[in-house]
Nanobody, 123 residues
Framework: VQLQASGGGLVQAGGCLRL?????????????MGWFRQAPGKQREFVAA????????NYADSVKGRLTISRDNAKNTVYLQMNSLKPEDTAVYYC?????????????????WGQGTQVTVSS
């Protein structure tokens, strides 16, 4: 599976963005998917995850109520809707796929990673 993230950019605090992650391969619909982010000088951290059916999701406490993960298996795409953005959301965002199917926040349980897309939130 190859993953291609897009949709990043520069936005003012309080604004919104929608990230997309397009997957190649027939088995996308059987993978759990996640979003992680890495800010300069910091370790990569979990943002959100969604089960292979889309019925179960999990979020980092710092993004609950502002970011929403979803997926469209017919389009082999997972999304991250980002609302009420804050400067501390500035980071490179990575999508990832896990053969485990269920939601997990553990980066080592994801076997496939996209190249990342930059999100910059100005104050």
């Amino acid at each position: 599976v190859q993953l291609q993230a897009s949709g990043g950019g520069l936005v003012q605090a309080g604004g919104c963005l929608r990230l997309s992650c397009a997957a190649s391969g027939r088995t996308f619909s059987s993978y759990a998917m996640g979003w992680f982010r890495q800010a300069p000088g910091k370790q990569r951290e979990f943002v959100a995850a969604i089960s292979w059916t889309g019925t179960s999701t999990n979020y980092a406490d710092s993004v609950k109520g502002r970011l929403t993960i979803s997926r469209d298996n017919a389009k082999n795409t997972v999304y991250l809707q980002m609302n009420s953005l804050k400067p501390e959301d500035t980071a490179v965002y990575y999508c990832a796929g896990s053969t485990l199917r269920y939601v997990t926040s553990t980066a080592t349980r994801y076997q496939y990673w996209g190249q990342g897309t930059q999100v910059t939130v100005s104050s």
